[in-house]
């Protein structure tokens, strides 16, 4: 049989030629496992030892003792090593080297791609010569792992990692814990605070559990808690101000609220129209400003 990279095999050592390591073989063809290829006691000629088959740095098939993540065609999670603008991604795999996730596979705004630390779910297969590369799991991959989130789920945060992002929205992975691989979400853009990274690990409420047990996310409070959050954080700021006011109001752009409070202009316009009802501030043109206390107001 002709050995295939990405594999795992029994095969019979056949000789030790130092310095270099082991050659085994299957009967028909030998490889070379390296002396820094061994794990536990050094192997015994004639025996036979499970290895996994690559291609060294010089893309010539090799042998290791060392386990990998995961083999040709299987999916796992794996953290990004390194990033080359020209190359891709390199990502951990378990063996004292790294897989490539090669440029094509990443998205095309710099700003969604991942940076090291990250982690992202992906298939190992070969590249055009043969050599091992990965490609991102998509939704055919990670849809026939999933579970149905549980209808407790509702309003409640969770954690996840980011499987594909886009401007329309980002899918992620959420955590299934105990329960199994995860549930399939969606962070529509209107719901982010920030753009999302491929393999980025983000922590979003559950703001609607789909009939297809999929759940939509968002990354901000409901409504109703976000307007009390929202009111404090403009009152903190007002009150760090000289004289007590902003160059912002309800008719301040989308986009300049985004910016300077990460916040969505009708939130800004919620948490503004609360601190108005409570007397707090009011508004002079396209400023606010903080009310003077009333009199007696510190008094018991």
């Known amino acids: 049989m002709s050995l295939t990279a990405g594999l795992t095999y029994t095969l019979k050592i056949s000789r030790e030629v130092s310095p270099y390591g082991y050659f085994l073989t299957d009967g028909e063809t030998e490889v070379l496992m390296h002396y820094t290829e061994l794990v536990g006691s050094k192997p015994v000629v004639g025996n036979q030892a499970e290895v996994f088959i690559f291609y060294d740095s010089e893309d ?19 953290k990004v090593a390194d990033v080359h603008p020209r190359l891709g991604c390199f990502l951990e795999m ?10 094509s596979e990443l998205p095309e705004s710099i700003a969604y791609r ?34 149905t989130a549980p209808a407790s789920w509702q309003n409640s945060w969770v954690e996840g990692w980011v499987t594909k992002t886009l401007q329309m929205g980002s899918f992620v992975m959420v955590d299934g814990g105990v329960l199994g691989f995860g549930v399939y979400g969606l962070i529509p853009s209107s719901e982010r605070t920030k753009p999302l990274r491929l393999g980025e690990r983000v922590r979003a409420r559950v703001a609607y ?31 760090e101000r000289p004289g007590g006011g902003m160059p912002y109001s309800d008719q301040t752009e989308a986009d300049t609220i985004k910016q300077r409070f ?12 609360k601190l108005m009802r409570d007397g707090l501030v009011s508004q002079k043109g396209n400023w606010t400003y903080l009310n003077e206390p009333s009199e007696g107001a510190d008094e018991e």
């Open 209 to 239: 559990i789909r009939e297809d047990g999929r759940v939509n996310l968002s990354m901000t409070e409901r409504k109703e808690v976000g307007r009390i959050e929202d009111s404090e954080r403009l009152l903190a700021f007002l009150k």
């Open 94 to 103: 378990g063996l004292g080297r790294q897989l490539l996730l090669p440029l």
């Open 114 to 147: 991942p940076l090291p630390g990250d982690e992202v779910f992906v298939v190992m297969k070969h590249d055009k010569i043969g050599r091992l590369v990965a490609k991102i799991a998509f939704e055919e991959e990670l849809s026939p792992l999933v579970f």
């Open 262 to 273: 990460g916040i969505s202009k009708s939130a800004f316009k919620r948490a503004l129209g």
């Open 60 to 78: 010539r098939i090799a042998a290791t003792m060392k386990k990998p993540l995961l083999q040709l065609d299987e999916l796992a999670r794996l």
